[in-house]
């Protein structure tokens, strides 16, 4: 099969991803075989490209968000059948989207949204998920007083996050937007408040300091860590999912304040019912096919390596608004 792959870990000034030619994978008993029709990109990417290389003659391949066609099913699978339009994020640990063929866990995965082609379900599994696992999977009760904010409410995660909580919860959501489009964006999403990045005055000018139900940080969490705690209500909820640099915890005791790591691999890595997220995927196409719920696509271009270039840079610079998706 034809990949996008390299050998070596290594930054953005040296990118090495490559079209070539590498072994078709081997499903094994759990897996489905899918033949990728569309596959998007999302931050862990680079991440994972300046940390991981190859091994033993194998090249690393990147990308945990896709959607295509079941072309064939371990001995132990239930539920799918070769022809089956399928998406899902998979499993970090192996080998991700970025090539036409891909072995996947068959529990992780769903039939995708009926009512959306592969370009549009493809840009939702990764960002549905690590929202729906962050705000609605942490045993937090959302009444109609509740007050939520979401850092980073036109990102790939924050979009998500934002249509998840007006859909299931009648929590008011706030989200943050720095420029004129991302702003408008979330609002498309159905902010109810967009606000900058003074979260302590912002917040405060809405009459909200000290009685948000929960703060979702999906982007820059050191900058705002001092304002934090003071925004929550007693007893509210932190989620994070970027890497803060530090996280000192002490300010949140007063209030008995809760964190939350969120980390949406961790299912699959550590074999924690990794069937809830083919349930949540499930439930997330039904919303999509229900109008509940949009693709945060906005950009789709064709598979290639300058396409990888581009858009890996964009994703490092923070400057990508949704989803970008590649097509084969």
């Keep these: 099969m034809k990949a996008f792959a390299y050998d070596e870990a290594h930054g953005l000034a040296d990118f090495a991803l490559t079209l070539r030619d590498v072994a078709d994978p081997v499903p094994g008993p759990n897996d489905l075989l899918v033949s990728v029709r569309a596959f998007a990109c999302n931050p862990v990417d680079t991440k994972i490209r300046t940390?991981?290389?190859g091994s033993g003659g194998t090249p690393v391949i990147l990308g945990w968000d896709a959607a295509g066609v079941v072309q064939a099913v371990g001995a132990d699978v239930t539920g799918f059948a070769p022809g089956d339009e399928v998406y899902y994020a998979g499993d970090v640990t192996r080998a991700g989207s970025y090539a036409q063929?891909?072995?996947?866990?068959?529990?992780?995965?769903?039939?995708?949204?009926?009512?959306?082609?592969f370009a549009d379900a493809a840009a939702l599994p990764l960002t549905s998920l690590t929202a729906h696992?962050?705000?609605?999977?942490?045993?937090?009760?959302?009444?109609?007083?509740?007050?939520?904010?979401?850092?980073?409410?036109?990102g790939g995660v924050g979009s998500m996050a934002i249509q998840l909580?007006?859909?299931?919860?009648?929590?008011?959501?706030?989200?943050?937007?720095?420029?004129?489009?991302?702003?408008?964006?979330?609002?498309?999403?159905?902010?109810?408040?967009?606000?900058?990045?003074a979260l302590a005055q912002e917040?405060?000018?809405?009459?909200?300091?000290?009685?948000?139900?929960?703060?979702?940080?999906?982007?820059?969490?050191?900058?705002?860590?001092g304002d934090i705690p003071a925004l929550l209500r007693p007893f509210g909820?932190?989620?994070?999912?970027?890497?803060?640099?530090?996280?000192?915890?002490?300010?949140f005791k007063q209030r008995a304040l809760s964190v939350h790591w969120e980390y949406m691999f961790a299912r699959a890595m550590f074999?924690?019912?990794?069937?809830?997220?083919?349930?949540?995927?499930?439930?997330?196409?039904?919303?999509?096919?229900?109008?509940?719920l949009r693709t945060t696509r906005t950009r789709t271009l064709p598979a290639s390596a300058d396409a990888l270039r581009e858009t890996h840079a964009a994703l490092e610079a923070?400057?990508?608004?949704?989803?970008v998706v590649m097509e084969w």
């Design 101 to 117: 063929l891909q072995a996947v866990d068959h529990r992780l995965v769903a039939r995708k949204p009926a009512t959306l082609d």
């Design 133 to 154: 696992e962050a705000m609605l999977e942490r045993g937090i009760d959302y009444a109609a007083d509740s007050v939520v904010l979401i850092i980073g409410g036109a």
């Design 51 to 53: 940390i991981r290389s």
């Design 203 to 225: 917040v405060a000018a809405l009459g909200l300091a000290g009685q948000l139900h929960a703060i979702f940080s999906t982007t820059h969490t050191s900058d705002y860590l």
């Design 237 to 251: 909820h932190l989620m994070v999912i970027d890497d803060p640099a530090s996280l000192d915890i002490k300010p």
């Design 318 to 323: 923070g400057t990508v608004m949704g989803k």
């Design 165 to 197: 909580m007006k859909a299931l919860t009648p929590a008011r959501v706030i989200a943050t937007a720095a420029r004129p489009e991302t702003i408008a964006w979330a609002q498309a999403m159905g902010a109810d408040h967009v606000i900058g990045r």
């Design 271 to 292: 074999g924690q019912q990794p069937e809830r997220q083919g349930a949540t995927l499930a439930r997330i196409a039904a919303l999509a096919d229900a109008g509940q």
